[in-house]
């Protein structure tokens, strides 16, 4: 039996690692990577073979760079189906699992797998953050629009994502691997049969064991990273339009609470440099420091509190952290469609751990962060008098 992983960044494939040597350690696997960095010369992770597929970045302005942008993605999508095709044919018995099934890559490799399988190939979809508890509303989902038709046509993708579902709705999907049976089977009414759940995926000892093997990181410099009593995760750059001044208030009022211990640790498509250059109270990770998944890197640090607006890495932190402070910004950003969205998952997370906070303005951001400050210091208080 082979597993063969479809994965494009360095989390998913974090979790790709991790399951082929838990999960799925009985079984012969191998991993396709689609990229943007293109001297990226790998022919194993961790003793897995990997095959990587060049994909450009994020496009320039214009409709003209964003057509070309999808074309290359169009090329990309038929050159995994084409190592996909090698695979199927030297492995009747073979899995696949995806960390999406909703977008125009994924649901394609999962249809043309079943296609080519004869219905009897097993797809396993696994949970890579908070958006595979998204519901279907339809007051907010709106069908794509014609031109990705015309696309879909061209590339003779799925029609899947045209719908535009959330994740865990694809038909074709036979196992849901996730952190949380419960909520997921709850929210979108799925069979209990076909959802696994597992926990402690980021564990120290795989954390640091990828970090190390697989991207090559020197873990002595990692040690002055336990200093700092924040971090604050930003978002990619598209998802940042016209919220500059508003997340330099919040990182003002932030930084003046905790006197300069505040890591920004910006998403990897985060390339707004220069605005976090204008202050010199914070601390700028360094890029081969925001590569690293921020689930691993936490474990490494010394239990600071989570700063983001909405993040799938708050979620996936609390899983093996349920203690984990975290102060979630999505309602100053005022975006309906974003509250929708989080408010079904964060009023069921609020009920099971004890530290999230979800302030609607500015001044509850204050006092959230003095009411933590002042927690934090009545415990360490009391570790003294021990």
């Keep these: ?38 001297n990226l010369n790998v022919r194993s992770i961790s003793e897995i073979p990997v095959t990587v597929i060049p994909v450009e970045g994020m496009p320039s302005n214009g409709i003209i760079s964003r057509c070309m942008l999808e074309i290359k993605w169009g090329i990309m999508i038929r050159r995994t189906i084409r190592v996909l095709k090698k695979e199927i ?45 998204w519901t279907m509303d339809k007051n907010t989902s709106k069908p794509r629009k014609f031109i990705w038709r015309i696309y879909q046509k061209y590339f003779g993708l799925s029609k899947f994502f045209l719908d535009d579902y ?111 250059r204008e202050s010199n109270k914070m601390t700028i990770a360094k890029d081969e420091i925001c590569e690293i998944p921020a689930e691993c890197l936490y474990g490494l640090m010394n239990n600071p509190i989570i700063f983001t607006y909405y993040s799938s890495a708050y979620s996936n932190i609390l899983v093996d952290n349920p203690e984990a402070r975290i102060v979630l910004l999505y309602k100053l950003m005022n975006d309906d469609l974003i509250n929708n969205y989080m408010d079904s998952i964060i009023d069921y997370e609020m009920d099971r751990y004890p530290n999230i906070y979800r302030p609607n303005n500015l001044d509850e951001l204050n006092k959230v962060i003095l009411r933590l400050m002042e927690e934090e210091k009545n415990e360490k208080g009391a570790d003294n008098w021990c």
């Design 1 to 38: 039996m082979k597993i063969v992983f479809i994965c494009y960044n360095y989390l998913t494939l974090y979790k790709a690692v991790y399951n082929a040597h838990h999960f799925f350690r009985d079984h012969e696997s191998m991993i396709i990577y689609r990229t943007a960095v293109t």
């Design 89 to 133: 044919d030297e492995n009747p018995s073979l899995k696949l699992v995806v960390f999406k099934d909703n977008e125009p890559a994924e649901s394609s490799f999962i249809e043309y797998f079943k296609k080519h399988t004869s219905q009897k190939g097993e797809v396993y979809l696994i949970e890579e953050g908070n958006s595979i508890y």
């Design 166 to 276: 959330p994740q865990g709705y694809n038909p074709l999907v036979d196992k849901i691997i996730c952190s949380d049976c419960i909520k997921i089977v709850q929210l979108k009414g799925l069979n209990q049969t076909r959802v696994i759940e597992q926990k402690g995926i980021y564990n120290v000892l795989d954390s640091q064991k990828f970090m190390h093997d697989v991207l090559g990181k020197d873990m002595s410099g990692l040690i002055h990273y336990q200093t700092f009593k924040a971090v604050h995760l930003t978002l990619p750059t598209t998802d940042m339009e016209g919220l500059n001044d508003l997340e330099w208030q919040i990182l003002e009022i932030i930084d003046s609470n905790l006197d300069g211990s505040l890591l920004i640790k910006k998403h990897p498509r985060d390339t707004r440099d220069q605005f976090f």
